[in-house]
């Protein structure tokens, strides 16, 4: 059995050339899914 990632762009609404590109680990069964604060807090 393989693990299956998304690559995924997440970015500021009120300023779209602040965002940020990563690869996530896809849990199925999972209810809620974050982002660490500090990564998005230095967007870029």
Do not use: C, F
Not at 19 to 28: A, Q, W
Request: proline residues 2%.
């Amino acid at each position: 059995m393989g693990h299956t990632v998304a690559r995924i762009k997440t970015y500021n609404p009120k300023d779209e050339s602040l965002s940020l590109e990563l690869e996530l680990l896809v849990d199925t069964g999972s209810t809620y899914t974050w982002i660490e604060r500090e990564k998005l807090e230095n967007q870029s």
